[in-house]
């Protein structure tokens, strides 16, 4: 057998999971207490959880084939402000950049969390003469910058300069960091500041890098060490040590990827609930969301998740007033150094009382505790209330003592004249209101619809959370399978991603075609293998961006991740289900064998049911049951590899829409094989075509494609 290891270092406790390489099934899972204090930093942990769960399962190293790791190690550096001074050379060529170029280059010093700073120096320097850009280096140097930044306007078209820079800095034994290295686009001000915070925790970084994968080398595993992304996919650490700023927010990140590929969630809201907060993120049509991270509340190029964190989780305490609950959190049961009650053995619980508690100075003084007659104090939580109320049961991490809470409620329930259940809805309610709020917000942000979405709970405090939450907002719900350890298992199924942006105004085909290639080979250079990589290309108008994502596996194979592959008629039960109609009105347009492309009809009644529209919603399904792509209506077409970019284009010209802004080109998605090629980011007829036939090189030429193809008036 083989296998692969994923790992989580967390704020308590390093998680290790060790997953079937060919199955992906969960063989066994490991907690080491992280190492913040000692000599070598979480890398003592990192390798500890790897021993031992190379010892307890009685592995070869030369079986593991994968081995990553998320880490909190760059998010909690930069929220504590333990950075180092950068020290930033700015460069433009001759008079005419100089003004912009000096003062976009000029960031300050950078609030990094309330109170923490990071402290940047400058220099500049005109590319079009000979400077000493020794001297310059000594003296940043001189007044403490540990690492240099070089960051030249236009950098992303000829990085010359910025090399030069970090060619001499590197000479004289400093650290250097290149803005081109971190971003492809424009706007030299974010450029540089995005390239100062990577170098202010690059030192730090470098360190715990070459810790850990020697640490990682002596245990006898041959397998490359990747490291967790911001935004869900890993790279290979010797990227790290130049970026690592792309290792913020990994944390997130590790379990919304494990959900979405351990759960095959096609439209989904996830929630990671620890003790404390909660992490939602969105996963639609099969992927998740992403944006541009803020740090400090600075906008960067850092591509991340879009999480969204609440202070409920459960943990969370409680806060009373004369007439019952007031507040449910920010304030939980771990920071307060009190157990849960509902955690406890309900024989300690002997004649509870009432008592107000300020967890920290500053906090108000009403969350609500109860101090049994042994002088035990204990914190009513989400926890307790849910166990109660019978939403968390035996299978679920947050399973405790029923008894304990109900003992722990009842003071609470006789004070209020209510009974226990009662005060425990209240509470339930009271959280639930919180993370509504959240909900709706992303409802609204990516064009959810309700209906369609399922809530998907992960962490240990899931199904004290989720359940509520659903039947309180009315949606379906799911606790992710290995809930607990689902941030290890994301880190073990991830997917090697990279990013190419670029600003290019009016992008021709050759530009896209060089973007796409560009993110290809960023891939492979992160630890991709060549033939497993996939990309989608979107063209942003507005803005002038053309954005190429890559993705791919460390290996020549991909897997079906356990799932059994569905009949015809549960893939139409599916999509009859997400379309809202019964089975009998769905049926199959095309079909690749592995994916589906599913069309139903539905009549929609309008003006008291004296008009009506017939639509045909499209739902294309893969072989899993993972709904990939969803359109309200849309028109699929057979295409031949022969005659190819020709039929596409006849097939995009005849479901050209026009408004008042013009020609309105449809969104076009290619599919074959288990392939599915998504060119609605890209907004010309022509591009389109280039883009999918370089995609479909190489496939025989008896194998059938297929194209959805929907006009932009019925998205």
Known sequence: MKYRIGIDVGGTFTDAVLIDDQTYELIGILKYPTTHFAEEGVAAGIVEVIRGIIEKFNINPDDIVFIAHGTTQATNALLEGDVVPVGVIGMGHGKMEELKAKNDTQVGDIELAPGKYLKTFHSYMDTTKDGNYEQVIQELKNKGCQVIVASAAFSVDDPSAELMVMAKTTAMGIPSAGSHEISKLYGLKIRTRTAAINASILPKMMETADMTESSVQKTGIKAPLMIMRCDGGVMDINEVRKRPIFTMLSGPAAGVAGALMYEKISNGIFLEVGGTSTDISVIKNGKVMVEYAEVGGHKTYLNSLDVRTVGIAGGSMVRIGPDGVVDVGPRSAHIAGLEYAVYSEPTEMAEPRICMFQPRPGDPGDYATVECKNGKKLAITVSCAANILNYINSSHYAYGSREAAVKAFTPFAEHFHITVEEFAAQIMDKASEKN????????????????????????????????????????????????????????????????????????????????????????????????????????????????????????????????????????????????????????????????????????????????????????????????????????????????????????????????DGGKEVPDVYVCYGKKIIDLSGLIDVAQIAAVAGVEIQGIAEDQFIYALVCRKNFR
């Not at 085909?509 to 973007?515: E, F, G, S, T």
């Not at 809202?580 to 589906?596: K, L, M, N």
């Open 436 to 659: 509504e709020a959240v909900l709706k917000q992303l409802f609204i942000d990516y064009q959810l619809q309700p209906e369609q979405i399922v809530l998907v709970g992960g962490g240990g405090g899931a199904a004290a959370i989720v359940p509520y939450l659903a039947k309180y907002m009315g949606l379906e719900h799911k606790i992710a399978k290995n809930a607990e350890v689902i941030s290890p298992i994301g880190v073990a199924l991830a997917m090697v991603r990279d990013v190419v942006e670029r600003t290019i105004a009016n992008p021709t085909d050759a530009d896209i075609l060089r973007v796409r290639k560009e993110a290809e080979q960023a891939a492979i250079q992160s630890g991709a293998a060549p033939g497993s990589v996939e990309l989608h290309v979107e063209v942003d108008l507005q803005r002038s961006i053309v954005r190429a994502i890559a993705t791919g596996t460390t290996e020549l194979r991909t897997k079906n991740l356990m799932q059994q592959k569905l009949s015809e008629s549960e893939i139409h039960a599916i999509a009859a289900k997400s379309m809202g109609v019964t089975p009998e009105c769905v049926q199959t347009s095309g079909s690749t064998g592995d994916i589906y492309i599913v069309h139903g009809q539905l009549v929609v009644k309008r003006c008291w049911g004296l008009l009506t529209k017939i639509i045909q919603p499209v739902r294309v399904i893969d072989n899993e049951g993972v709904i990939r792509i969803q359109k309200n209506q849309a028109e699929s077409f057979k295409l031949t590899v022969t005659d190819f970019k020709n039929q596409l284009t006849q097939v995009i010209d005849q479901c050209v829409t026009y408004s």
